[in-house]
């Protein structure tokens, strides 16, 4: 596992089969690995449920830390989609700002983070895989461990694979749903039957 989180390029997404599923464990574990290698930017391009960039919940207050610096550029109150969120807020996102500020240049290896699952909607009729496919950057998805991971897993990385993506591994995390350890090895050793790249329990 150590081996395979040094091998992941940079700069790299971190997406999930849906909200919860641990994208912020599965990001704060390979930023720790890299920062002992050198510098680590953390972006988080959208997040919801918070009221300000100090609100502990915030994904960015957990991750910065040794040598990584933690950013997040657009903060929205109400615990739902972007684009739900912003609406309530009178808001809308610009997503080309948005993808510009992804851009920036930053010393280091660079981590991004999504936000909810692949197709939660960031604007009208924008999804954020629509989005995020034009920035052309490689990914890792993240899925839980128990029931329901298969068919959510599947679908998610076929769904990266279609548009082109380049899917590196994908990290079943147990910790999401509380699933056993041995339930989570059995699921991972089925989606390594159905999957062109590595699948890994990740602690």
């Known amino acids: 596992m150590l081996d395979l989180l040094n091998r992941l390029p940079s ?6 089969t849906g909200t ?14 890299w ?54 807020e009178g808001r809308r996102l610009d997503l080309a700002a948005v993808a510009t500020w992804c851009a920036r240049p930053a010393e280091g290896r660079v981590l991004l983070e999504g936000v909810g699952g692949l197709m939660v909607p960031l604007a009208p009729k924008v999804h954020f895989l629509a989005w995020a496919t034009d920035l052309g950057l490689p990914c890792v998805l993240v899925a839980p461990g128990g029931l329901g991971t298969l ?15 380049r899917l590196e591994a994908v990290l079943v995390n147990p910790g999401a749903d509380g699933t056993r350890p041995e339930v989570a090895e059995a699921n991972a050793a089925l989606l390594r039957e159905f999957l062109p790249v590595p699948v890994h329990v990740i602690d």
């Open 151 to 165: 068919n959510h897993t599947l679908l998610s990385a076929e769904a990266l694979m279609l548009r082109g993506w």
């Open 35 to 88: 920062a002992a290698a050198g510098p680590v930017t953390y972006r988080k391009p959208f997040q919801t449920g918070v009221s300000g960039p100090d609100d502990p919940s915030a994904d960015a207050a957990a991750l910065a830390g040794p040598n990584v610096s933690a950013e997040t550029h657009l903060l929205l109150r109400a615990p739902l989609s972007p684009l739900a969120a912003a609406r309530l």
């Open 11 to 16: 700069p790299l997404w971190i997406l999930g």
């Open 20 to 33: 919860g599923v641990g994208k912020t464990h599965v990001s704060a574990r390979l930023a720790q690995v």
